[in-house]
């Protein structure tokens, strides 16, 4: 093996002139700059077409260029862009807390607005936690998670997010919180199956409440389907209900992030929709839910935590951007469309051919190991050896060469750095809901290629 140097993970951006690259290299290349988008494909400047085979960071659910979303962004903001919401209400905010709260059903009874996951994320542990301190439960304030996990960029976030990379140059500034692994299929310990492993990693959960000692245990966040983290890894609904019965033994609040699995990607509106017997107390949202035409967030939360703070002077939470009139409007114009469409069962059907496409493209592979996922929230894992599962070295940063030769062959790959190498370089496919089965043929097409030039590469 001849590793090659690390050349640009996808997010790199030049760091020159006026720009602060982020994830940029001293010297990294310049990515194509991008011009337009029209259904699956993008465009760069000189004319290149890309097939958004990840719907960019999971984002783009119903495809770029949709015109009666691009009408109802122009209609609304003709109409007025931002006005504060302690001062007015706005009618999609209304309309769309409606419709969410509507296909999430039972038990997400309100739904509040930001601009992003990391907002999200952080609104529904700040909501949690002073629902424990108006009910007489002030002691309760670790939110345990999941090792990996990623749950947003901001220092709150970072503080659940199991990635002990950032947590070595962010760890003074954060209180880190405690983590409990997730149950990784595809990297079982030896001596176990995955149902027992899955078990141990429910079981382990209960360990940590008891030794932080469940008084002081607040909530158990949780990706139902992981996206950057465990690469699209599919639980059973025991594992779920497990970590259920734990959390409510122990007073502890369930909090799914779905801000990639939400939104229909996954084949239901919510994936907690496929385990309804594990329901949790709180769900984020962002991403597919404006699909990129705009930035929004959403927390979902019962009743019951609502109106308990409510009660005491309410939620006391806010950003100069939340429930923003423009991103409701957009957002309720995509959710129309998701409607309109029929996009979550879509997402279902061509998740099952999209599914089929990555088993072929893997058994002609001899880098892929693995092939997972939900409706079209799937993944693949490259290895260095299939029999065995090896790795490839973290310096070798397969995602980011992946990435350079998917964008040679017109496919956009997001991915992440491999710096979670001890956890497999996976890489999401995830392309737009309305993508059509001849385009996930030229996925997969393009895919293999791709692939063949990285196995050539670490062949060399
Ligand atoms: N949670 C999950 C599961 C995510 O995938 C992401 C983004 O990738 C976030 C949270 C953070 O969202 P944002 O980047 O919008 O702040």
Request: charge should be neutral; hydrophobic fraction near 45%.
């Amino acid at each position: 093996n001849n590793p090659a140097p690390i050349v640009r993970t996808v997010g790199d951006t030049p760091q020159g002139g006026t720009v602060l690259g982020f994830y940029a290299p001293k010297g990294a290349p310049r990515p194509p700059r991008i011009a337009r988008g029209e259904g699956v494909f993008l465009w760069d400047a000189d004319g290149k077409r890309y097939l958004d085979a990840t719907a960019g960071a999971v984002v783009a659910n119903i495809g770029h260029g949709n015109p009666r979303v691009l009408a109802a962004m122009t209609e609304q903001a003709a109409k007025v862009s931002f006005a504060y919401p302690r001062f007015f209400e706005s009618e999609h905010n209304i309309a769309l807390a409606d419709r969410v709260c509507a296909l999430a059903g039972e038990g997400f009874d309100r739904a509040f607005f930001v601009s992003g996951g990391s907002e999200a994320n952080e609104s529904a542990i700040k909501l949690a936690r002073q629902y424990a301190v108006v009910t007489g439960q002030g002691s309760r304030s670790k939110v345990i998670s999941r090792d990996p996990s990623y749950h947003g960029s901001t220092l709150g976030a970072l503080a659940v997010t199991g990635d002990a990379n950032t947590l070595k140059l962010y760890g003074p500034m954060i209180r880190s919180m405690p983590k409990v692994p997730a149950p990784l299929s595809y990297r079982v310990p030896e001596g176990d199956t995955v149902a027992s492993f899955e078990m141990a990693c429910a079981d382990a959960l209960e360990q940590a409440i008891l030794r932080e000692g469940p008084e002081t245990v607040l909530a158990f966040i949780l990706e139902p389907i992981g996206g950057l983290s465990t690469g699209a890894v599919v639980s059973s609904a025991a594992y779920f209900e497990r970590v259920r019965q734990i959390c409510d033994r122990h007073g502890v609040l369930v909090i799914y992030d779905e801000i990639m699995s939400g939104a229909g990607r996954t084949g239901a509106f919510l994936a907690a929709h496929h385990w309804p017997a594990a329901r949790p107390d709180l769900v984020t949202l962002a991403k597919g839910l404006a699909a990129g035409y705009t930035p929004l967030g959403c927390l979902l939360a019962p009743d019951r935590i609502v109106d308990a703070v409510a009660g005491s002077g309410g939620f006391v939470h806010g950003h100069t951007y939340f429930t923003n009139p423009l991103s409701c409007a957009v957002a309720h114009a995509v959710v129309d469309e998701v409607i309109r469409q029929d996009l979550v069962a879509r997402a279902r059907d061509r998740g099952e051919l999209l599914m089929a496409r990555l088993r072929e493209v893997a058994a002609r592979s001899p880098i892929v190991g693995d092939v997972r996922g939900k409706g079209l929230l799937t993944a693949i894992e490259i290895v260095a050896d299939k029999s065995t599962r090896r790795q490839l070295p973290v310096a070798f940063n397969a995602p980011a060469r992946l990435t350079e030769h998917g964008l040679k062959h017109g496919i956009a790959l997001y991915n992440r750095r491999a710096n979670l190498g001890a956890f497999g370089d996976f890489q999401m496919i995830t392309p737009p809901l309305t993508i059509s089965e001849a385009e996930i043929d030229t996925l997969a097409e393009l895919l293999q290629k791709s692939l063949a030039d990285l196995a050539d590469e670490i062949a060399r």
